[in-house]
C-alpha cells in the first residue's frame, strides 16, 4: 500500500488539500508570511473539483473573480455552464470553495457567491449559514443524499482514471499488477489513480482495484475495462460540454487569475 | 427523403417542438432562465450559418418550421413532443393541444405525441384518456424533473406514474418518451437520473421507453439499463449536434450505443427549434468513426445509418415504410449489442 490515506477522506476535500499543501507549509514558516494572497487562494481553490466532470473549477472558467480586502476578508464569484445547472453540484462546489479558503492561515471573513443560477439565493445563504456551525470540513452539511452523490461521482473518477492507466500500461497490465510496479511504468496515470483513491478513502495494492479495492480477477478484467471506457467517455464528453456551454454564455475569457 | 451516392434515406425526426418561449408568454425568471438555456445549447453547437437570434428562438412561425423540417430539412415525419411547463410560461411551453392543431393543418407529417404527470393524481388519468381520443396518441413524452408548485420533479417509479403507465399500455400508447438529459435539477433529488427508467421498463415489457438525449451526461449510466433492459431505446436529441462541433466525442457516443445496445435501439430527432434537421442528416450520412478509433468502435455502415435515420423510429411507430428503403432485418455492421445476447457485462457497482 502506498497510497497515503487521510481519515474523513470521503469528503472531496482531504485535510492535506483543505490546508494548501506545500504552501501552507511554507506560509507557517513565519509570522509574515501567513498573510494570504490571490494565488494562495487560487492555488487553494484549484482544489475543488467539479465532482461530476472531475475537473478542478478554476481550470473549467467557473471561478470568475477572486479578491482580497484590506482586512484579508476574500470574496469569490463562481459562474456555470447553464442557468439550470445540477444545484445539488452547485452547492457542493461553492461549500468546498468556503473550507479551502476558511482554512488558508491569516484569511478574514470568506464570501463564496454563485451568480446566475436559478437556486443562488438558497445555495449562497445555505452555505454561508452551514459555514457558521459546521466544522470546517463538513462540506455535505450532513446531508446523506449530497454525500452519496458526491461518493458516486468519486468513484466514477475512479473508474475512469484506472482505464487511462490500463491505457499507459498497454501489455504490460494484468490483474495481479501492483500500484508500485505501475507506477514505474506509468508513473502519471498512477499518481491520478491514487489522488482518486485518497478522495474516496479507498486502499488498495492492486493498479486495478473494484469499489472495494479488492483486485479484478484475470477474466473479468477485459470486462471491467470496457465499462471503465463508457464511463470515461462520459465524464469527458461531459467535462467537453460544460465548457463550450460556460464559452456560449461568458465568452472566452474564462480565467480571471493567469 | 434524403438522397446521397446512390443511397436513399427515410427520415423519422424522433423529437421535434412547436414552442411558444417568448417574454409574453413567460411567467418568471425560471421560463426566462429556460428559453436562455436552449437558446445556449443552440448557439454553442450549431454551425454558424444556422444560428439565430435569441428572438427568432423564443417563437417563430408555423411557416418557418415546415420550412425547416420538410422542405430544406429532408424530414419525412416529424414527432411533435409536448413539453408542458405550465409554472413558467402562460399558454404551456408545448402543449398537446397546440401540436396537434398545427399537425391537423399539415396531413401526413406530424406525429403528435401526449404527455402525462402522475402529480395530477386520478382526475389526470381522465385527461390523458381525453388527450388520446382527441389526438388517438401512440406516444408521450415525460419530463420527470418538470416543476410543480412545491414539487421539483417525479420518478417514473413512483407508484401512480405506475398508474399512468399502466393507463398508456390499456390505451395502446406504447412509445414512452422520457427526457434524462442536460439542466434542470433538483435540490437534492435528482429527477434526471437515469435509474428509474430500469424499475419501469421493467415492468412494463410491452411499453418502449426512449430514453431522449441518452441520458447525458450520464452516457454511462443510460448504457448500463439499456444493455438490461430490450425495451430501452437511446433518442439522440442532443447528441447529435456535437457532430458538426466535437466529431470526436460524437464518434465516441454512438461508438459506445452501439456497442451496448446495438444499431435497432437508436432513433435520429433533431431537438428542433434547437437545432435543424437540415444540417445534422446531411452530416450525419457523411460521417465515419475516425480511422484511429475504428478498432474500438468499428465503422458505421448504410444500413445503420438508414436505421438510426429513420427505420428504427418507423418500426416503434408502425409507419409504412415503401420498399425501396428498406435494409435487411437483424443486427448487421454493429454486431449484435450485449444487451441483445445471453451474457450481460454487469456494470460492477
Keep these: ?258 | 427523403m434524403y438522397s446521397k451516392d446512390g443511397q436513399s434515406y427515410y427520415i423519422v425526426d424522433g423529437h421535434t417542438h412547436f414552442w411558444d418561449g417568448s417574454p409574453a408568454n413567460q411567467i418568471n425568471r425560471y421560463g426566462e432562465g429556460f428559453i436562455k438555456c436552449f437558446y445556449d445549447y443552440h448557439a454553442n453547437l450549431s454551425p454558424d450559418e444556422y444560428k439565430w437570434t435569441l428572438e427568432e428562438f423564443e417563437r417563430y412561425p408555423e411557416e418557418r418550421m415546415i420550412h425547416d423540417l420538410f422542405e430544406a430539412g429532408h424530414d419525412d415525419i416529424a414527432i411533435l413532443q409536448s413539453t408542458y411547463l405550465t409554472d413558467w410560461y402562460v399558454n404551456g411551453f408545448n402543449t398537446t393541444e397546440q401540436n396537434g392543431e398545427m399537425a391537423e393543418r399539415h396531413p401526413g407529417r406530424f406525429i403528435v405525441n401526449g404527455r402525462f404527470d402522475p402529480r395530477d393524481g386520478e382526475a389526470g388519468l381522465g385527461v390523458l384518456e381525453r388527450l388520446h381520443e382527441r389526438w388517438q396518441l401512440r406516444g408521450v413524452k415525460l419530463y420527470t424533473a418538470e416543476w410543480k408548485g412545491d414539487s421539483k420533479g417525479w420518478k417514473l417509479s413512483d407508484p401512480w406514474a405506475y398508474r399512468y403507465l399502466q393507463k398508456c399500455q390499456d390505451l395502446g400508447i406504447r412509445n414512452i418518451h422520457v427526457h434524462k438529459g442536460p439542466t434542470v435539477y433538483p435540490m437534492n433529488r435528482d429527477a434526471f437520473d437515469v435509474a428509474d427508467v430500469d424499475d419501469a421498463a421493467t415492468a412494463f415489457p410491452a411499453l418502449n421507453f426512449i430514453v431522449e438525449h441518452v441520458g447525458l451526461p450520464r452516457l454511462d449510466d443510460f448504457c448500463w439499463i439499456a444493455t438490461q433492459e430490450p425495451n430501452v431505446y437511446a433518442g439522440l436529441a442532443v447528441a447529435m449536434p456535437f457532430i458538426h462541433s466535437r466529431p470526436r466525442y460524437f464518434a465516441q457516443i454512438i461508438g459506445e450505443l452501439l456497442y451496448w445496445l446495438d444499431e435497432n435501439r437508436i432513433v435520429f430527432g433533431s431537438d428542433y427549434a434547437i437545432w435543424q434537421p437540415k444540417w445534422l442528416i446531411e452530416k450525419f450520412v457523411d460521417f465515419q468513426i475516425p480511422e484511429d478509433m475504428q478498432g474500438e468502435y468499428g465503422v458505421l455502415t448504410t444500413d445503420i445509418k438508414k436505421k438510426v435515420l429513420g427505420l428504427n423510429a418507423a418500426r416503434l411507430y408502425d409507419l409504412k415504410i415503401p420498399g425501396e428503403f428498406e435494409v435487411p432485418e437483424g443486427p448487421g455492421g454493429s454486431g449484435p449489442g450485449i444487451g441483445s445476447g445471453p451474457t450481460v457485462a454487469t456494470a460492477p457497482r
Design chain 1, 1 to 258: 500500500m502506498t497510497s497515503p490515506v487521510i481519515a474523513g477522506a470521503a469528503h472531496g476535500i482531504t485535510a492535506a488539500e483543505a490546508g494548501a499543501g506545500p504552501d501552507a507549509a511554507v506560509s507557517g514558516a513565519g509570522p509574515d508570511r501567513a498573510t494570504p494572497d490571490r494565488e494562495t487562494a487560487w492555488a487553494a481553490l484549484s482544489r475543488v473539483f467539479d465532482p461530476e466532470l472531475d475537473k478542478p473549477i478554476t481550470e473549467l472558467g467557473f471561478v470568475s473573480d477572486l479578491r482580497f480586502a484590506d482586512d484579508y476578508s476574500v470574496r469569490v464569484e463562481l459562474r456555470l455552464p447553464t442557468y439550470f445547472c445540477a444545484p445539488n453540484f452547485a452547492w457542493l462546489m461553492v461549500a468546498d470553495a468556503r473550507d479551502v479558503l476558511v482554512a488558508l492561515p491569516g484569511v478574514g471573513r470568506v464570501d463564496v457567491v454563485l451568480l446566475d443560477h436559478f437556486a443562488a439565493e438558497e445555495i449562497n445563504a445555505g452555505v454561508a449559514a452551514a459555514g457558521s456551525f459546521a466544522s470546517g470540513f463538513d462540506t455535505d452539511g450532513g446531508d446523506p443524499e449530497l454525500a452519496e452523490l458526491r461518493a458516486t461521482f468519486e468513484r466514477k473518477a475512479h473508474v475512469a482514471t484506472q482505464e487511462r492507466l490500463a491505457r499507459a500500461l498497454g501489455p504490460h497490465l494484468h490483474s495481479r499488477l501492483t500500484v508500485g510496479e505501475a507506477a514505474r511504468i506509468a508513473p502519471a496515470a498512477t499518481a491520478a489513480v491514487l489522488r482518486r483513491r485518497e478522495r474516496l478513502g479507498l486502499v488498495s495494492g492492486f493498479a486495478i482495484c473494484d469499489d472495494r479495492g479488492a483486485p479484478v480477477s484475470e477474466d473479468r478484467l477485459p470486462g471491467w475495462l470496457r465499462f471503465a471506457r463508457t464511463v470515461r467517455v462520459s465524464v469527458d464528453g461531459n467535462a467537453t460540454l460544460c465548457r463550450g456551454l460556460l464559452e456560449t454564455r461568458y465568452g472566452p475569457d474564462t480565467t480571471p487569475v493567469s
